[in-house]
């Protein structure tokens, strides 16, 4: 049928049915939930009865946490770090006084979903990612619900931004009577090395980490024909189920690759108006992604970004004091 209506009146039309249409992604949905709170409920009661020494699990809704010991260790890369990037900070002593307990993967898509149902908390993020092409794009349809790409309720959480973040840990402590909350960017990194001192947890080669880190290998060239890759194959495109790769020293799992995780601190291009009393809009993440290439996918690289902001590889990682 041919359209009769005038051209302005018609780009009108349209445009009120575009805006209709992002209404309609943009509302909350409900999650079909049962089966998996079924499973989690009947896997918090095995690990009721034979739960691991270090761990805690405060409810079958909230993530698993692993007791890591007090430390020391040096913080950032030294100079010799092949892949060290010019503005990273020079190697420092740091100290962890007291054990935390960290989350044992990052929080995943049923968490996170679990966590929207129940406190009906609405995300405002505008999420980038990919649909087709290689260059990272905001799209109006993206949101953790969607990002561009098939995920089930294991796989990390992602298009959340740091006040998604700091809204999930409010209500875990709220769901819990437990305080939790983000690690610091020197939590994260004593975590992520777990006791190591080369560029990664498993060592200094990228290759030999395709059973450890789900980062940007061959499997991603196939599709990003123009990135930057690690020379190895894991089969995994986007994300992948946490806990899908080797755990480091510490029985952490994902803490590089898979989805960056937003820490606590102020970026320091905004550490001045924290300061001042202003709200820090600008957040420090770590760990590198799926979509990551090798460089990036190091204990000691950094990355801040607006704190409002989404994409579809950024995720979380929670912790408590035990």
Request: proline share 7%; with cysteine; net charge negative.
């Amino acid at each position: 049928m041919t359209s009769t209506l005038p051209g302005s009146v018609g780009a009108v039309v349209v445009l009120i049915l575009m805006l209709a249409g992002l209404a309609g992604w943009r509302r909350a949905e409900p999650e079909d939930l049962a089966g998996w709170r079924a499973e989690r409920m009947a896997a918090f009661h095995a690990w009721q009865t034979d739960s691991p020494p270090r761990e805690i699990w405060d409810h079958p809704d909230v993530p698993i946490l692993v007791t890591i010991p007090a430390g020391t260790y040096l913080q950032g890369s030294p100079s010799t770090e092949r892949e060290r990037f010019p503005d990273e900070p020079e190697q420092r002593p740091a100290a962890i006084p007291q054990p935390i307990a960290v989350g044992r993967y990052p929080v995943t898509r049923g968490e996170y979903a679990r966590f929207i149902e129940d406190s009906g908390y609405r995300p405002r993020t505008v999420c980038r990612g990919y649909a087709g092409e290689t260059e990272l794009l905001p799209r109006w349809h993206f949101s953790w619900r969607r990002p561009g790409f098939g995920q089930t309720n294991d796989d990390p959480a992602v298009c959340v931004s740091w006040y998604d973040a700091s809204a999930y840990v409010d209500w875990l402590s709220r769901r819990t009577g437990e305080h939790y909350r983000l690690l610091t960017e020197t939590e994260w990194e004593y975590a992520a090395r777990a006791g190591s001192r080369t560029a990664r947890w498993w060592g200094d080669d990228p290759a030999k980490g395709c059973d450890a880190a789900n980062g940007a290998d061959l499997t991603a060239k196939d599709r990003f024909t123009d990135w930057e890759v690690a020379n190895c194959r894991d089969g995994a495109l986007f994300t992948s189920p946490v806990g899908s790769y080797h755990a480091n020293a510490f029985g952490l799992y994902d803490m590089l690759g898979n989805v960056w995780q937003w820490v606590e601190d102020c970026a320091e291009d905004s550490q001045a108006e924290d300061k001042s009393g202003g709200r820090c809009s600008r957040r420090m993440m770590r760990g590198g992604a799926w979509h990551s290439n090798p460089r990036y996918v190091r204990s000691a690289v950094r990355r801040a970004d607006a704190a409002e902001s989404g994409y579809a590889a950024y995720g979380l990682r929670v912790a408590r004091d035990p």
